[in-house]
C-alpha cells in the first residue's frame, strides 16, 4: 500500500474592515484544538501584508487529506468559535462557511519542507510568511507541463537549499516562472505576518 503525500490547505479569508483583532481572539482557542488533531501537523495563521489588513492568510497541513475534514471542523470549539464569527459579521461580503470569503486552496506536499531543524525561529509567532501561487499555461496543458513546472520546484528547492539564490534560481524564476513565459500565465504573491499557530508539530 503506498502512503499519501502531505495534503495541505492555503486559506485566503477576507474579513470585513476593523475585524482584525477579532478574528485573533477567535483563532485561540482553534489553533489550541487543532494542536491535539492526530492527523494535523500545521495551523499558522497571519495577517496580509499587501494592504488587506482585515484579510487572514491560513496554512492548514495534515498528513492525510482526511484530516481536513475530521478534527477541528467536528469540534464544539469549531462550531461555538464559527458562530461568534457569524454573530460579529467578520466576513466582507457575506457570512457563513460557503461564504467566498473563504477561499481555500488544496495542494498535496511532493517535495521540500515546510521548517528546517537548524531554524531557530522556526517555532516563532511573528514570522514573515509569503505564499506563491503559479497557473499552467492552458496552452501546454498536454505538453506535460505540470511536470515541467513540478520540475523546476524542485530545481528552486535544490538551488536555494544548498546553494542559496544563484544562477539556476535566478534563471528559472526570469525565465520560466514568469507571466507569458512557457508554462506559467499567472502569478501571485502574498505576503503575511504571523500571528498564531503552529508548523510541523
Not at 78 to 97: C, I, N, P, W, Y
Not at 108 to 113: A, I, K, S, T, W
Not at 116 to 125: Q, T, W
Request: hydrophobic share 30%.
Amino acid at each position: 500500500m503506498t502512503s499519501e503525500p502531505p495534503f495541505f490547505v492555503v486559506a485566503r479569508v477576507v474579513g470585513r474592515d476593523g475585524a482584525f483583532e477579532l478574528w485573533k481572539q477567535r483563532l485561540v482557542r482553534l489553533c489550541e484544538v487543532s494542536a491535539t488533531e492526530p492527523l494535523g501537523n500545521t495551523y499558522y495563521w497571519g495577517q496580509d501584508l499587501n494592504g488587506e489588513p482585515d484579510t487572514l492568510w491560513g496554512l492548514e497541513g495534515y498528513s492525510h487529506a482526511v484530516g481536513f475534514f475530521i478534527g477541528h471542523p467536528s469540534s464544539q470549539v469549531f462550531k461555538e468559535e464559527m458562530a461568534l464569527v457569524d454573530s460579529d459579521k467578520l466576513l466582507r461580503h457575506e457570512q457563513g462557511l460557503a461564504s467566498k470569503d473563504y477561499d481555500l486552496k488544496h495542494y498535496d506536499q511532493v517535495g521540500g519542507y515546510l521548517t528546517r531543524e537548524d531554524d531557530e525561529g522556526k517555532d516563532g509567532k511573528d514570522s514573515f510568511v509569503v505564499v506563491m501561487h503559479f497557473w499552467e499555461s492552458c496552452q501546454c496543458d498536454k505538453g506535460g507541463c505540470g511536470s515541467r513546472v513540478r520540475g523546476h520546484d524542485s530545481e528552486l528547492r535544490c538551488v536555494q537549499g544548498s546553494l542559496g539564490p544563484k544562477l539556476g534560481y535566478t534563471s528559472v524564476i526570469d525565465v520560466e516562472l514568469i507571466i507569458g513565459g512557457d508554462l506559467v500565465e499567472k502569478t501571485e504573491v502574498h505576503r503575511s505576518k504571523a500571528f498564531n499557530g503552529h508548523i510541523d508539530k
